[in-house]
């Protein structure tokens, strides 16, 4: 009898730190529901901050600029200026994550982000993948290139055979040089800075980029012009919108669509104009 009562002490003891156990595992699981509503009470946006005036990188809060989430550096541009007017419009606080530009997809699909706030075309491509918002704003196609340089009255964008030309890696940018025929089609850029020190050495004769990138680029660099085709690319109007890049199915969509109903095109026009303005001497 003693040794019976002896086994069922021993195993009465053994099941102690099980049980406890159990009860830490069911006590922590609220805590995970928690960090998650935290959360929603952020919008977390997206963007390369090297492509002025749309979005840029400085070391202060002027102008408007916002932190850059883990960093000392701050974003300013026209689209720091439209996501704090939506995230104001959802009732939540902005956080700006710097990412270069084949991340921002990535970034997106995965969760780390929001939206994609960054300049971007609602591309076809693109379009299998994300979903978009409305448009916030329309430009047209054109080539920055040496001012009092041989390309600077060019009126067509054949004017351009011969010529070494680029523009950035995965966009739609790249792909609409092969219209030029006789082009020298040099190799995709990561960034817009990339391109406009290749355009200073002489490296390239220009490179292809949206209107306000090039009034941003002239404006920074007397030594630089742009050419407004009158024989221009072929393009379809999502290649020159920009729009917001959300996941596919969310709710946010609609949402975002909401706010930016309410900006007026002379509203966009002001920001945008501001933005070029205020964009960083050296960028």
């Not at 693109?126 to 060019?154: C, H, T, W």
């Not at 817009?192 to 004769?205: C, H, N, Q, Y």
């Not at 404006?219 to 072929?234: I, Y």
């Amino acid at each position: 009898m003693k040794k019976r009562i002896s086994i069922l002490l021993v195993l009465a003891i053994l099941l102690v730190p099980v049980f406890t156990a159990c009860s830490s595992t069911q006590e922590s699981a609220p805590a995970a529901t928690e960090g998650q509503g935290t959360q929603k009470d952020t919008f977390v946006v997206g963007l390369e901050a090297g492509y002025p005036p749309f979005n840029w990188t400085q070391m202060d809060d002027s102008n408007g600029a916002v932190p850059i989430s883990d960093a000392q550096e701050f974003a300013g541009g026209y689209d720091v200026e439209i996501a704090k007017r939506i995230a104001e419009g959802l009732g939540k606080e902005l956080v700006v994550v710097k990412i270069e530009w084949d991340g921002l997809l990535p970034a997106l699909t995965s969760g780390m982000i929001d939206a994609i706030i960054a300049g971007m075309s609602p591309t076809a491509e693109r379009a299998q993948s994300i979903d978009f918002s409305d448009n916030y704003y329309n430009s047209d196609l054109v080539m920055v290139v040496k001012a009092g340089g041989p390309y600077e009255n060019a009126t067509s964008i054949q004017d351009f055979s011969g010529a070494k030309v680029t523009a950035q890696l995965n966009t739609f940018h790249y792909t609409v040089i092969d219209q030029i025929e006789g082009v020298v089609k040099e190799t995709a850029m990561d960034n817009f800075p990339a391109m406009r020190v290749a355009l200073e050495s002489g490296i390239i004769d220009g490179y292809i980029s949206e209107r306000p990138e090039a009034v941003s680029a002239s404006a920074a660099n007397q030594n630089f012009t742009f050419v407004e085709f009158e024989d221009g690319f072929e393009t379809s109007p999502d290649d020159t919108a920009i729009a917001v890049g959300i996941v596919k199915g969310s709710e946010l969509t609609e949402q975002i669509n909401e706010v930016l109903a309410g900006i007026t095109d002379e509203e966009r026009q002001e920001i945008m104009d501001n933005a070029i303005l205020n964009q960083p001497a050296a960028q």
